[in-house]
């Protein structure tokens, strides 16, 4: 990590480990709410973090996930935990339902909360294992999409 005078630890690559997968940072409350209300279809929510787990396992695995997914999500968003604060509360609360984790994954369909991978599903598990789940989420709620909108 690297620390400045009067700074923390330089998180932008931690930023860009999700951002070079196409995942819109949401810095701000108004972002967020933009996102739930603008955004139809599947998106996930990626909540970002600094410590290991997140760094050896969530953005990790999602980029597996992605490489490997024949469905993916239609968007996906990311706030990062202890850095964006506001914006992380206000996403959580979106979510309230379940407990705050980070890092962890939420997967909505048109603005409604369809699956949860929260840190106990991430820590301790390879990133390949978290892939797999992500994939498992982005299989089984982008196909019923894409079927709803095949009969429509």
Not at 91 to 99: H, N, V
Not at 100 to 112: H, N, Q, R
Request: charged fraction near 30%.
């Amino acid at each position: 990590m690297q620390f400045g005078f009067g700074m923390g630890p330089d998180t932008s690559w931690m930023r860009e480990e999700l951002t070079k997968y196409g995942v819109e940072e949401l810095k701000t409350p108004e972002d967020v709410d933009r996102a739930m209300k603008e955004y139809k279809g599947t998106m996930l929510m990626a909540i970002n973090s600094v410590c290991g787990c997140a760094a050896g396992n969530a953005r990790p695995g999602l980029g597996i996930a992605l490489e490997q997914s024949e469905v993916k999500p239609d968007h996906m968003v990311t706030v990062f935990a202890g850095q964006d604060k506001e914006a992380t509360a206000h996403a959580r609360a979106y979510f309230s339902e379940y407990p705050p984790s980070s890092p962890a994954f939420a997967y909505f369909v048109d603005g409604e909360i369809k699956a949860m991978i929260p840190r106990h599903r991430i820590e301790g598990r390879t990133k390949d294992e978290v892939a797999t789940d992500l994939k498992m989420v982005f299989e089984a709620f982008g196909k019923e999409e894409q079927e709803k909108a095949e009969k429509e």
